[in-house]
């Protein structure tokens, strides 16, 4: 019997981030069910060039595919059309059975777009697994850029019903149903496979690392609450500094622990070419976003030092590289998502991995996946006040890991790879 072949469009291993993960995730899922052939078609460049960004994970040492059949190619340059047409060819070569590209991001509709669209000529299931379908800034050229790039599918998976309103609010014309198993609509209907983020579990916590020394190292108290991940203006980090402080006014058991890596701040300032980016991607931003919408000037831990907050907060202002992520997770006692807006999110997928709880805010997906009181706690949107009383009712009323491994168990690689292989 032919193996069924596979191939998964996004950022493979060697990229920073979430969507890298996910994509690696997904492809390890796959190659582990049984008669599967499973291909990671990558980019060698994910964006224009005028972003003034590094995404190439250069820290990491651990090879996240190891054990594993999977091929992957770093074949498509978003600035290249040249490589497009080259992707077009090396996926067809392949003959696969489906191809389920990534999207998470408007500004590469143009290339996905093209290739789905032409890949859709050819007999094959064309899948978009979408983290978003309405972006976080939405500009006018975001919306374009959507439409074009996730009209050529065949089918669709979401990880939230926020997201599937979103797509029927994309292309009111288009005949859509949803479904959680995975079966496919009838002909004339696209089908919508609403599923989940899975547990991410390409991070392991081990048995033998010394969380004990690890805290009195560092300075960590009794209770550490953790923002883990790229500090972006969404996730709210402006809100929890002020939150934390309130609790650390009540309480002197508690740290706050920041890791993850300023989002615009990864390229050396002082070379010309990264002067150049910063002038031509800001003019782009003021052409089509909103000013509010332009980050790049944002600096939170700022905070820390003017709410004077040094002895109780510890930063790690990088990238972390794939071996340290458990370290982080394993001193916390809980992961806080303070976010102003959210789609489905993958530091929550990997908190739920070490089976931290969650404090999140009541936006987005988070009140579908958590169930206040149970597997985390939930605050109002933009009210730091309710924050900090989350942060405090957890530290009264901690919530047991049992808990957040209870509401999780249902959110597993291998069902999400059974309902994309669904017969």
């Not at 497009?84 to 060819?89: D, E, G, H, I, V």
Request: charged share 25%; with cysteine.
């Amino acid at each position: 019997m032919s193996k069924r072949k596979i191939v998964c469009f996004g950022p493979g291993p060697k990229f920073k981030g979430g969507i890298s993960n996910y994509n690696t995730s997904l492809a390890k899922a796959l190659d582990k069910e049984e008669n599967t052939e499973v291909h990671i078609v990558s980019w060698t460049q994910q964006y224009p060039a005028i972003i003034p960004r590094e995404f190439v994970d250069k820290s990491s040492k651990t090879d996240l595919l190891e054990g594993t059949d999977i091929q992957v190619k770093y074949i498509t340059n978003y600035n290249n059309p040249a490589s497009w047409r080259a992707t077009l060819k090396y996926i067809l070569s392949l003959k696969p059975e489906k191809v389920i590209f990534q999207w998470s991001i408007a500004v590469q509709g143009l290339p996905l777009g093209w290739l789905a669209k032409k890949l859709q000529q050819h007999d094959l299931e064309v899948i978009f697994d979408l983290h978003f379908v309405i972006q976080k800034e939405n500009s006018k050229l975001d919306q374009l850029f959507t439409k074009y790039g996730i009209a050529h599918a065949d089918n669709y998976i979401v990880h939230a019903y926020k997201t599937a309103d979103e797509l029927k609010e994309t292309f009111p014309d288009k005949p859509f149903k949803i479904t959680e198993s995975g079966e496919r609509s009838v002909k004339g209907e696209q089908s919508i496979i609403k599923l989940y983020h899975p547990i991410y579990d390409l991070f392991q916590a081990d048995d033998s690392f010394d969380v004990a020394a690890f805290k009195k190292e560092h300075g960590l108290k009794e209770h550490v609450f953790l923002f883990f991940g790229f500090i972006r203006k969404y996730k709210g980090l402006h809100h929890l500094i002020p939150a934390f402080e309130k609790v650390a006014k009540q309480r002197d058991d508690v740290s706050l622990l920041i890791c993850g890596e300023s989002f615009w701040a990864t390229l050396d300032n002082s070379k010309l070419s990264t002067k150049l980016k910063n002038a031509v991607f800001g003019l782009a931003k003021k052409l089509f976003l909103k000013k509010a919408d332009d980050e790049r000037e944002y600096r939170p831990l700022e905070l820390i030092q003017k709410l004077g907050l040094e002895n109780q907060s510890m930063v790690v202002n990088e990238f972390i590289p794939n071996e340290d992520v458990n370290k982080y997770f394993q001193a916390s006692n809980a992961v806080v998502l303070y976010y102003d807006y959210a789609t489905p999110s993958g530091i929550e997928s990997l908190s739920y991995n070490f089976k931290l709880p969650i404090l999140a805010t009541k936006v987005g997906h988070f009140p579908e996946t958590i169930k206040d009181g149970f597997n985390g706690y939930l605050a109002e949107a933009n009210n730091i006040d309710s924050m900090a009383e989350q942060m405090l009712r957890f530290i009264e009323n901690p919530l047991p890991a049992e808990n957040v491994a209870e509401k999780t168990k249902e959110l597993s690689w291998a069902n999400y790879a059974k309902a994309i292989l669904f017969k």
